[in-house]
């Protein structure tokens, strides 16, 4: 916390506070009045469907003269993306086939013992002996399950697609650096729409260009991952400190010493951090993409959800869990190891490559001639499905009165009356009180607000917003309270942060699979996942925003005979306030996207819009759909963003 | 003690400094802001500071005139925001002046391309700051050898040189160690070490003792001199610590509000301020620490041949216990050895207890 006094820009931001008083309440009348006004003329509530602008029949003349006028050049792309791709496939699950019909030789695939092994080699290496347990465990579970050929699909992806994603997302972020104009008008508004944009919509356009194929999954994949990475790298550039900067001009470093040699390496804590998140972007949507012919255990998942085979699919979501688990804890470790580098003693870096490398190797020879080293044969696999099953049916022949009443009461009384309210919610009235609002953002918002109801999908649009609201409160409401309890005691911390660890790890996929077995489709089943997947950063925020209070704060109230109640309630929360709001504002963003993923629980809103044109190709109406999604969720980030701003501003923090 | 390194050379009031001028900059000038290089020109390089709060702009620099000579430490002071950083970042020319004219032994340097500039920084300057600026990943050894790799000096050559700067500054056993793994005082002699790893002739140190506790400030300081006395750089170092600067300056600079108000030793600052501001500054200074014999004494007496002698430049404090204890006053003698005065025990004990101000 600095204490900005010289800045005029801080002065006038305030403002927005100030007008707040006014504004709010000024524009609930408005909206009120246009309610009413709509009844006089309905064209203010309902947008009039001749004023509707087409905009996806533009998108899809622009996507039709691409892919006619492409072609050769997508091709290409593919051809290019697809040979290393090929080779990941058949090393890690496929294996070499040389030749054709009945003659082909086949040189095998990776021993799953070599790969295992290395896996917790890695673990050992970066992470000690814990690691090594959970790395080699997870993969050897993988081929327990006898799900190791989809799962390695999965992995060569993630390999493949993850350094395109490093190497762009850095070189992007440096041109973001350098060139802060081109940043601010360009490259940062593309990636707010990038980031918001959700996962399906990006699945419609490479399905299109490169039909269904591993290729269009994995630039799907690619497009989804990379914009954490280029703001990593624009944010670890920017804290560089300013005499390093200096230092590298000092020493007569030239502008590329000094950015390869001084910055980049200086910025490697949050480029690191952003390898993290890539690597679990990708993870999530590879998953995803299995959907336009990513393969792998996505895949298995969406076939035993559709002839809704239970077992199988919780244990290919477990297996998604498990590789995401490994992923993460080992990008964290290798991230942390960079962090705090020190020399480890033992094998240096050489020998424990060459000790990797003999492993694989030593095994798939072995494999040769033992096919239990290849694959591990039917009879030693074990499948947990018939469990799940038998958990699932005990569950619902013993609860389900229960759950049916709970589901029920939950549509009735609170998910059905809001979702009529949210349906009739005047386009006009939405659009000016949201203006009002934004105040110094009112442009911005009324254009996002308005590209919404003129693209005719103002109903869907409120529909998403009517459950992502409510997803949005039930989270809230349930994970403030743990946050706070968090923050308030260390032992419930040691609980609640590795959980929330857990959860956040999980692939948005995976949330459906339980949902769905217990609550069916619908809308319920939706506010459960979206909870579920969303609830983790109100946790967070609110628990990390009451522990970063200053204890001298603290100690002023204590001092000032403050009870603990009120020291809770006038200091600890009004200056937690700030991070909470940011964490609900996190919150609403991951419910936004997995609202849209609950479209394959038959929800009614965007989300099914989208999904409805994906399976038609009909990329114009998907894009759309996707935009105005998009468009939602950045209004919803700026305002909440500027409303913790001017509440920074007006105590002097930041 | 280092203390009581008093140089000769610490010329007294008007004599020309012999030694050649190293760095010199003339009207410099570095005005922050959009516009600021036009709104100068337009004012023929001059401009008022109402004028410039009207026109938002920020003076860091104003007008400021001085010269370094070779093998001198200049220091640079004032309080926060004054400048100094500013100043001397022009003159290693890591922000560009605005207006003025600045040399480089003999040669302007604001003439030099970039790749001139990259040559005359890799060669000819150093730079020690304030907060280390230590690359993070690379350890004690590689960030000393760190600007020769940049030259592109093979590994063997520079590790050599490195290492025998880190021995100069006693870190030798810990060059594997990483920056976040030593103390703040460990940190700051990698960063001295690191910058004199190219030989640099002119040194910029940028409050490089801030940072630090005083005990290892002080530590710091003799280390400093010591240093000095074997490489003899042309030292120009920022501090906002008069103590400090007494210890260490051959001149001393103030600076305010981005103008210099004085330049002098540390004797002509506190026998002479030019200001107000000067004087305040150099208000609380232990004057026995600043002012020489020659500043204290009278006339000579005729017994004054007979007196035990002293020399000139030398600082009260280096003899004041002597002179209480002796019987008789000293004699004050020039630098070929002729008696010009004499000073008496009285006198020296009236400035150690703050009584009389020494008549200039
Ligand atoms: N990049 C910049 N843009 C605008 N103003 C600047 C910039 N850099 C410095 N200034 C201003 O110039 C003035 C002098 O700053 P400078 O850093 O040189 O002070 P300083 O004497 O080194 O202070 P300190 O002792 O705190 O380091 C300050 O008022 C500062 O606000
Ligand atoms: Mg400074």
């Known amino acids: 916390m600095t204490i900005e006094t010289a800045d005029p820009r801080a002065a006038r931001r305030t403002n927005f506070a100030g007008l707040g008083r006014w504004v709010v309440p000024a524009a609930l009348i408005l909206c009120a009045a246009l309610w009413f006004a709509g009844t006089l003329w309905p064209g203010l509530v309902q947008y009039p469907d001749p004023a509707v602008i087409p905009f996806s029949n533009a998108v899809s003349g622009v996507m039709a003269w691409l892919k006619a006028h492409f072609t050769p050049v997508t091709r290409g792309i593919a051809a290019v993306i697809d040979m290393p791709l090929r ?168 502008a590329r010493q000094k950015l390869w040699r001084v910055m980049v390496p200086s910025a490697k804590t949050s480029l690191m951090m952003g390898v993290n998140q890539v690597i679990m972007l990708a993870l999530n949507m590879v998953i995803i993409s299995s959907m336009i012919g990513g393969g792998g255990l996505g895949y298995d998942v969406l076939l ?191 609980w609640v942060l590795p959980i929330i660890d857990g959860l956040q790890t999980i692939p948005s996929f995976c949330f459906i699979i339980p949902v769905v077995m217990l609550f069916r489709v619908g809308d319920v089943t939706a506010l459960m996942a979206t909870v579920a997947f969303a609830i983790v950063p109100s946790i967070r925020y609110t628990n990390y925003g009451v522990r970063q209070v200053p204890t001298e704060l603290i100690e002023a109230g204590r001092v000032s005979g403050c009870t603990p109640r009120q020291l809770f309630r006038h200091v600890q929360l009004p200056v937690a306030l700030p991070e909470i709001l940011l964490g609900i504002n996190q919150t609403i963003l991951l419910a936004l996207s997995m609202i849209i993923i609950c479209a394959m629980i038959g929800t009614r809103d965007l989300g099914q819009e989208i999904f409805k044109a994906l399976a038609k190709a009909d990329s114009g109406r998907g894009i759309v759909a996707g935009l105005v999604i998009a468009f939602i969720g950045i209004t919803a980030d700026r305002l909440m963003t500027a409303w913790v701003r001017s509440m920074q501003d007006k105590r002097g923090m930041r | ?50 004028d410039l709060v009207k026109a938002h702009l920020i003076a860091a620099v104003r007008d400021v005139t001085l010269d370094v000579r070779e093998g001198e430490i200049f220091i640079v002071m004032g309080l926060s925001g004054s400048g100094k950083s500013t100043l001397v970042r022009c003159l290693s020319r890591l922000i560009e002046p605005t207006a003025g004219a600045l040399d480089l032994d003999g040669r302007d ?160 600052l506190v026998n002479h301020p030019a200001t107000d501001y000067v004087a305040e500054f150099t208000k609380d200074v232990n004057r026995a620490k600043v002012l020489s014999a020659r500043s204290l004494m009278r006339p000579a007496s005729p017994a004054a041949q007979g007196y035990e002698r002293i020399s000139a430049s030398a600082r009260i404090d280096s003899f004041s216990a002597r002179i209480v204890d002796a019987a008789q006053p000293f004699a004050v003698v020039d630098r070929r050895g002729a008696v010009i005065g004499e000073i008496t025990a009285a006198a020296v004990i009236d400035l150690l207890a703050g009584k009389e101000r020494p008549a200039p």
Request: proline share 6%.
């Open chain 2, 109 to 268: 340097l604001l003439a030099a391309s970039e790749a001139e500039l990259i040559e005359i920084r890799r060669h000819k300057m150093g730079m020690v700051f304030q907060h280390f600026a230590l690359l993070p990943h690379l350890n004690v050894l590689d960030n000393v050898a760190f600007p020769l790799f940049i030259q592109g000096v093979p590994e063997a050559q520079r590790e050599a040189e490195a290492l025998a700067f880190i021995d100069l500054v006693c870190l030798k056993g810990r060059e594997r160690h990483f920056p976040a793994q030593l103390s703040g005082g460990q940190q700051q002699r990698v960063g001295i070490a690191r910058s004199l790893a190219v030989k640099p002739e002119v040194w910029f140190l940028d409050e490089p003792y801030s940072a630090l506790d005083p005990l290892i400030r002080r530590e710091m300081q003799n280390e400093l001199l010591r240093l000095q006395s074997v490489l003899k750089k042309t030292i120009v170092f920022i501090t906002h610590d008069f103590d400090e600067a007494i210890r260490l300056a051959d001149r001393i600079a103030i600076m305010k509000d981005g103008v210099l108000v004085q330049v002098g030793t540390a004797e002509e």
């Open chain 1, 87 to 254: 080779f990941a496939f058949n090393l890690l699950s496929k294996g070499f086939k040389i030749g054709n019909g009945a003659e082909a030789t086949v040189l095998p695939r990776l021993s799953w013992v070599g790969v295992t092994l290395v896996m917790g080699m890695l673990g050992w290496i970066y992470g000690g002996a814990r690691l090594a347990l959970l790395c080699g465990i997870s993969f050897l579970a993988l081929a327990l399950f006898g799900l190791w050929e989809d799962a390695m699909l999965t992995l060569a992806l993630i390999i493949i697609c993850v350094p395109i994603c490093v190497v762009t997302g850095l070189l992007l972020g440096i041109l973001a650096y350098r060139m802060p104009v081109l940043n601010r008008w360009v490259i940062a508004p593309a990636l707010d729409v990038m980031q918001t944009m959700p996962t399906f919509a990006y699945l419609i356009p490479m399905l299109l260009l490169f039909g269904a194929s591993p290729v269009s999954a994995l630039l799907a994949t690619g497009l989804f991952a990379t914009p954490p990475m280029v703001r990593a790298t624009l944010l670890g550039l920017a804290k560089v400190p300013a005499e390093i900067g200096d230092f590298a001009d000092m020493a007569g470093c030239t």
């Open chain 2, 1 to 50: 003690m280092p203390d009581t390194v008093s140089e000769p050379d610490r010329t007294a009031s008007g004599a020309e400094d012999p030694r050649p001028k190293k760095l010199e900059c003339r009207n410099l000038w570095k005005v922050f802001g959009p516009g600021a290089s036009q709104f100068l020109k337009e004012r023929g390089g001059r401009a008022s500071p109402e």
């Open chain 1, 304 to 494: 035993a959800l559709r002839a809704l085979k239970v077992g199988q699919a919780m244990e290919a979501g477990l297996a998604i869990v498990l590789i995401a688990i490994v992923l993460d804890r080992l990008s964290q470790a290798i991230a942390r190891r960079n962090q705090t580098p020190a020399q480890r003693p033992g094998l240096g870096r050489h020998a424990n490559l060459w000790i990797a490398l003999a492993l694989l190797a030593g095994t798939t020879l072995v494999g040769l001639g033992v096919p239990g080293f290849v694959k591990l044969p039917a009879s030693a696999t074990l499948t947990t499905a018939p469990y799940w099953k038998a958990g699932l049916d005990w569950v619902i022949l013993n609860w389900f009165d229960g759950i049916e009443a709970g589901r029920v009461f939950l549509l009735l009384y609170f998910l059905n009356p809001l979702r009529s309210t949210f349906e009739a919610l005047p386009w006009a009235g939405v659009l000016i009180a949201l203006a009002a609002l934004g105040w110094r953002l009112c442009l911005l918002v009324a254009v996002l607000v308005g590209f919404c109801a003129s693209t005719g999908l103002w109903v869907p649009a409120m529909q998403t917003l009517y459950l992502c609201g409510a997803s949005v409160v039930v989270a809230c409401v349930l994970g403030i309270p743990i946050g706070l309890a968090a923050a308030r005691s260390d032992r419930v911390e040691a």
